[in-house]
C-alpha cells in the first residue's frame, strides 16, 4: 500500500540554524501539507501545496517557514533560523483532489532545537 | 474558521468493555469530519470521515462515530476494546470552501488507555 514517507525521523539542531524536513508523498496525490504538533499540545495546519504553490498557510506559517516541490516526488519543508519554540514534530501530508480532503500522514520528524 | 473540542484528555477502560470518545466542533459552514488514531512512534492513521448521508459511520478496527448535526457532535465508539487500541485518537474537521487545499482543524487528542 502507498505511504507517505518523511526523512529524517529526528532532527536535532541549534537555534539560529537552518533546517529541511523532506516528505515523499503518494505518487499519484496532487495536494501536499505540513503540520506540526508541539509536544503535548494540537496537531496544528500550517500550509497547503497544489500546482507548484502555496495554497493556503496558517497564521504560523510565517516568513521563516517556505516550502518547495523540488522534483516530481519530494516536498520540503525549510525553516531558515530555527527557534527554540520550532521544536515539534512535524508532520507531512498529501491526498488526491477526489479523496474530499482525506489527508495521508506520513510518520513525522521529530525537530528538536537547542 | 473551525474549532473542534476533546473534552477528555485520557479515557481509561477495561479490556472488552465499550468506550465513546467525545468530539464537539463548531463551524459557520458545512464540514468534513474525520477521526485519525496515532499509535507510539508512528504518523496519524485515518479511523474514518464523515462527507455526507448516513450520519452513522464505520470504519477500521471495529470503531464507528455518529455526525450529529443539531448538537455538533461526532462522538466515537467501539463496543469491545483490545489491548491493541491504545493509541491517542484525534478528531479533525474539514470545511467545504477550499476544496483540496483546506487544512484540517484537529482536537487536542485524547489517549485512550486500555486495562487488562
Known amino acids: 500500500e502507498p505511504e507517505v514517507t518523511q526523512t529524517p525521523s529526528h532532527q536535532v539542531t541549534q537555534m539560529g540554524q537552518e533546517v529541511i524536513l523532506r516528505c515523499v508523498p503518494i505518487?499519484?496525490?496532487?495536494?501536499f501539507y505540513w503540520y506540526r504538533q508541539i509536544l503535548g499540545q494540537k496537531v496544528e495546519f500550517l500550509v497547503s501545496f497544489y500546482n507548484n504553490e502555496i495554497s493556503e498557510k496558517s497564521e504560523i506559517f510565517d516568513d521563516q517557514f517556505s516550502v518547495e516541490r523540488p522534483d516530481g516526488s519530494n516536498f520540503t519543508l525549510k525553516i531558515r533560523s530555527t527557534k527554540l519554540e520550532d521544536s515539534a514534530m512535524y508532520f507531512c501530508?498529501?491526498?488526491?483532489?477526489?479523496?474530499?480532503?482525506?489527508?495521508?500522514f506520513g510518520p513525522g520528524t521529530r525537530l528538536t532545537v537547542l | 474558521a473551525q474549532s473542534v473540542t476533546q473534552l477528555d484528555s485520557q479515557v481509561p477502560v477495561f479490556e472488552e468493555a465499550p468506550v465513546e470518545l467525545r468530539c464537539n466542533y463548531s463551524?459557520?459552514?458545512?464540514?468534513?469530519l474525520f477521526w485519525y488514531v496515532q499509535y507510539p512512534n508512528q504518523g496519524l492513521q485515518l479511523l474514518l470521515k464523515y462527507l455526507s448521508g448516513s450520519t452513522l459511520v464505520k470504519g477500521i478496527n471495529g470503531f464507528e462515530a455518529e455526525f450529529n448535526k443539531s448538537q455538533t457532535s461526532f462522538h466515537l465508539r467501539k463496543p469491545s476494546v483490545h489491548i491493541s487500541d491504545t493509541a491517542e485518537y484525534f478528531c479533525a474537521v474539514s470545511d467545504h470552501s477550499g476544496g483540496g487545499a483546506d487544512g484540517l482543524t484537529f482536537g487536542k487528542g485524547t489517549h485512550l488507555i486500555i486495562q487488562p
Open positions: 463551524s459557520s459552514v458545512s464540514v468534513y
Open positions: 501530508a498529501s491526498t488526491d483532489e477526489d479523496l474530499y480532503n482525506e489527508q495521508f
Open positions: 505518487s499519484n496525490h496532487l495536494y
